[in-house]
């Protein structure tokens, strides 16, 4: 079945700074690759996906990018701010289950 | 925009007792729902796949006469869980798929089992 790891595991970085977080899959038949905003107790948040028929997406300070070859797909969160604070998910899907990386604990320092 | 209503948002019970969590679709139907788990500071585990009229898939080392999950309808898939105890104690989500649209979440059930 599909695996997905991320990294890091925890980010922390100043305010203004940029923030990458990296996730990689197992499985090729994945097409749908999510990214998720969670905060503590809540449902987890759709902030940008992309499908495997596009190599970028970009909204606003948000962007993601997807490298099919070597099954890897990164968010990019550009002039990070406190409310960006959260822990973050990336996840995969092959049109069924959508199975999610481990998390990454954001911290952005004022 | 498409919503899944969760009930109940907490929970506490004495450990031998079981539990029901509802998931509803309130403005779409949801053929196939899936329920995660989450424990603090960790990600969503995948428990189960649930498709309306058909029994429930489930991960594995799940134990399914546990977790037992029920998707009677188009709106609405129901997981209990059976005799519950401490090491049950979790948060429990579940997301119904949209199919193109993607995935839309409940609230989540925080059960604490004491």
């Known amino acids: 079945g599909e695996n997905v790891e991320q990294h890091p595991s925890t980010l922390s970085v100043q305010e203004g700074d940029s923030a990458v977080i990296k996730c990689t899959y197992s499985d090729s038949a994945s097409n749908y690759f999510p990214w998720y905003k969670q905060e503590l107790g809540k449902r987890p948040q759709l902030i940008i996906d992309?499908?495997?028929?596009?190599g970028e997406k970009k909204d606003q300070r948000i962007a993601v990018t997807l490298n099919k070859t070597a099954k890897h797909f990164s968010l990019h969160i550009t002039e990070t701010q406190p409310e960006d604070s959260a822990v973050y998910f990336c996840a995969a899907s092959k049109g069924d289950k959508l199975i999610f990386g481990t998390g990454t604990r954001l911290q952005v320092f004022p | 925009g498409a919503v899944v209503s969760q009930h109940p948002s907490w929970v506490i019970c004495k450990s031998g007792t079981s539990v029901k969590i509802e998931c509803r679709s309130l403005?779409?139907?949801?053929?196939?729902m899936f329920w995660y788990r989450q424990f603090p500071k960790q990600s969503l585990m995948l428990m189960a796949t649930?498709?309306?009229?058909?029994?429930?898939?489930?991960e594995q080392g799940v134990e399914k006469d546990k977790f037992l999950i029920n998707h009677a309808s188009l709106t609405l898939s129901t997981l209990t869980v059976t005799s519950a105890h401490p090491e049950d104690s979790s948060f429990y989500i579940c997301?119904?798929?949209?199919?193109?649209?993607?995935?839309?979440f409940g609230s989540g059930t925080r059960l604490t089992v004491v």
């Open positions: 997301s119904a798929s949209r199919g193109h649209y993607g995935y839309t």
């Open positions: 403005d779409f139907q949801a053929t196939t």
């Open positions: 992309i499908r495997s028929n596009v």
């Open positions: 649930s498709n309306e009229g058909s029994k429930a898939t489930y």
